[in-house]
């Protein structure tokens, strides 16, 4: 009863088609009008923030938005973020996970250890601070983990000493096809608050202790399958999981209160999931949309 109950409000994208030709959009990015795109599912007191929602309906990547790969952090090992994984066509982000030729591998991959995948990100250019975070998406059908998620990488300075904290609110952690069955058909959201010194997946001094920091929730369908909607309510005060329109999880914000980057991407995570089977790639993780609104009091402020 749950899952029918949980399932059964799935909402589907609108799409809008502009013929004026004054109002043409550009083909070098994906701009759309604010008054446009669907009003915020909490209400109409919630405004769209247009620096970090797009309907990926333009013919290339909005490199004005976007990052297509990550300025702090080169990929997790055994894997690099290429920006060539990176692709919009058909109204749609593509995110992509492939093997590499080992014939092909270069010296500097090889002895890095950056020699077995490459995968793909996209990050805000800017940071934001509070809203409600939404993205339509499908998974790739292969054990490489597809994710939605909130961070602020610091600078070299901070990272590389004590004192500093790196911050992380994961929207959705997603596994297709996962290598382990008990990751199947399992949602993962967590939040982290790391410990400088600290680089991504490399070096973690220690973590600050939370409550209710992570939860986890079989599902009653393949990530892979469909376009799901996923959001995240991230207020001074509280935190809420959203899946198709209907809250799965919640905390309170104990110490959220920093401008963070907004993420998408794909990662091999071998140590939790083990390596994806080669017969699985090349896969791709699908973006119909990300939007993001805010209330009056927070919206307007971007932060470098």
Known sequence: ???????????????????????????????QKEDSYPACPLGPEWIL???????????????????????????????????????????KLHLT???????????????????????ATIKSKTRIKYGYFEARCKTMKASVCNAFWLYDPLDAAAKYSAGSFSEEIDIFELFGKPTKKENERTYFATVHRMETPYVESL???KQTPLENKSFNMKVPFDFYAD????GLLWTP????????????????????????????????MEAWAGLPESSDLPATFEIDYV??????????????
Request: one cysteine or more; aromatic letters at 18%.
């Open 227 to 230: 376009f799901h909607v996923y």
């Open 291 to 304: 939007r993001v609104w805010q209330l009056a009091e927070w919206s307007g402020g971007l932060y470098p």
């Open 97 to 119: 996970a492939k093997a590499q030729n080992p014939k092909k591998v270069s010296i500097e991959n090889k002895v890095r250890g950056y020699d077995k995948y490459t995968t």
């Open 49 to 91: 923030n247009s620096n970090f929602s797009d309907e990926f309906n333009g013919r290339q990547f909005d490199a004005a938005k976007w990052w297509d790969f990550n300025p702090a952090w080169v990929g997790r090992k055994p894997a690099f973020f290429s920006r060539e994984n990176v692709n919009v066509k058909n109204g």
């Open 1 to 31: 009863m749950f899952y029918a109950q949980l399932f059964s409000g799935q909402k589907n994208k609108n799409h809008f088609f502009i013929f004026c030709p004054l109002l043409l959009i550009s083909l070098s990015g994906n701009s």
């Open 203 to 205: 070096v973690k001094s």
């Open 237 to 268: 005060t509280e935190m809420k999981w959203y899946l198709d329109g209907k809250e799965v999880f919640s905390r309170k914000n104990d110490y959220f209160n920093t401008a963070l980057h907004l993420m998408l991407d794909c990662e091999i």
